[in-house]
């Protein structure tokens, strides 16, 4: 039986939206996500502000930053999710780090995830190897640790990846590096896609590179979702959370011309 986010995945082409908890402020912040939402983000991606993002580019990075030094914690992300929960339907994930979970408690931050109406966890930080640091608690809990496929990647491993993915999506980057608007993809991503699609039993989203309407349809044309984050948080750091209802009907609607 498919999952909430695969299911929201289905059938279009779909949109995940990333928002860093907190930023610029969490009741800003909260605005925002429902304001994608309405706007048709059909997956939303909670950032958990860490001192340390790895895998966050410039912009990123900075909201991190400004929402800890605000005062973001784990506890009030928490919080944000079960409000949010009581708001909207649409999946919610959590992307963090290993470190802020494992400081919370893998187990505590599972359960009280769960209990707050998360579905699910993006942890760029934890290889396919190392995921049973994580995987059980989550699973236990009903939450999907979501898996990465990457240009790096040769087919064996991408086979081996997308076989122990039973829920959720395959999160595949579109280049090594850290996050960040613009570059557009290459071959080398439609060739990883194709793949992977040999091996899937799950939709397969492409992040790392959207920027815009353009892009977001360049993505589609070969996967089945696409996820803007660092072009996302630039418009809510510029214009609040009406920039991110525009920029977000105007990924929408180029997506459903792919159909």
């Known amino acids: 039986m498919m999952d909430k986010i695969a299911r929201a995945l289905t059938g279009k082409k779909g949109l995940i939206a990333y928002i860093t908890a907190g930023f610029p402020d969490y009741a800003e912040c909260e605005r925002a996500v429902l304001t994608a939402v309405g706007a048709g983000a059909d997956v ?6 860490f001192s340390d993002p790895l895998a966050d580019g410039p912009v990123l990075q900075k909201a991190s930053a400004d929402a800890l030094f605000a005062g973001a914690t784990t506890e009030k992300t928490l919080r944000l999710a079960n409000r949010l929960r009581q708001k909207t339907a649409a999946p919610l994930l959590i992307m963090s780090y290993i470190n802020p979970i494992a400081a919370f408690g893998v187990d505590r931050f599972a359960a009280e995830a769960a209990a707050a109406g998360i579905d699910g966890l993006i942890l760029p930080d934890v290889p396919e190897e190392e995921k049973d640091v994580a995987a059980g608690a989550l699973e236990k809990r009903g939450l999907s640790l979501i898996s990465f496929i990457a240009p ?7 086979a081996a990846i997308c076989a122990r993915a039973r829920t959720g999506f395959i999160y595949c980057l ?18 990883l896609v194709r793949t992977a699609r040999q091996y899937a039993h799950l939709p397969i989203a492409i992040g790392f590179g959207i920027a815009d309407a353009k892009t977001a349809r360049q993505a589609a044309e070969y996967a089945d979702a ?7 948080v630039e418009n809510l750091r510029q214009g609040g959370h009406q920039a991110v209802g525009s920029f977000i009907r105007s990924l929408r609607r ?5 159909g």
């Open 44 to 49: 939303i991606e909670i950032g958990l502000p």
């Open 152 to 158: 790096t990647s040769g087919e064996e491993r991408i």
């Open 174 to 191: 579109a280049r090594t590096g850290v996050t960040g608007a613009g570059g557009g993809f290459d071959q080398a991503t439609e060739n």
């Open 226 to 232: 696409a996820i803007v984050g660092s072009a996302l």
């Open 254 to 258: 180029e997506l459903d011309r792919c």
